[in-house]
Nanobody, 129 residues
Framework: QLQLVESGGGLVQPGGSLRLSCAAS????????IGWFRQAPGKEREGVSC????????YSVESVKGRFTMSRDNARNMIYLQMNSLKSEDTAVYYC??????????????????????WGQGTQVTVSS
């Protein structure tokens, strides 16, 4: 059974850091694009960052560039989102998502939530003093 489980969320003060983890089970991540998404109360889900199945390319939404870094460890079947310089507007439930892709698509990834087939349950990040 394919499963994604996020962890690492919590309460942090503005300017602080958190590292979110996404553990995959029931499949190997090697041929999957991965995305991190977030949804704040009353807002639509938005793409935060994504990483290609090759791991060579990542993309981030403008509001987190320079602050968030996404990475993957295929050997451990893990995905990470390092979040630094957190702001109150980063408060949201964060989700990881996966999409099996063909070899021709190894070097890109999508920030569109409709692209992804598998989703975790989410982890809450609250940035507040």
């Amino acid at each position: 059974q394919l499963q994604l489980v996020e962890s690492g969320g919590g309460l942090v003060q503005p300017g602080g850091s958190l590292r979110l983890s996404c553990a995959a089970s029931g499949f190997t991540l090697n041929y999957y694009e991965i995305g991190w998404f977030r949804q704040a109360p009353g807002k639509e889900r938005e793409g935060v960052s994504c990483i290609s199945s090759s791991g060579r390319n990542t993309y981030s939404v403008e509001s987190v560039k320079g602050r968030f870094t996404m990475s993957r460890d295929n050997a451990r079947n893990m995905i990470y989102l390092q979040m630094n310089s957190l702001k109150s507007e980063d408060t949201a439930v964060y989700y990881c998502a996966a999409k099996l892709v063909a070899a021709v698509r190894r070097s890109t990834c999508a920030m569109d939530s409709t692209h992804y087939d598998y989703w975790g349950q989410g982890t809450q990040v609250t940035v507040s003093s």
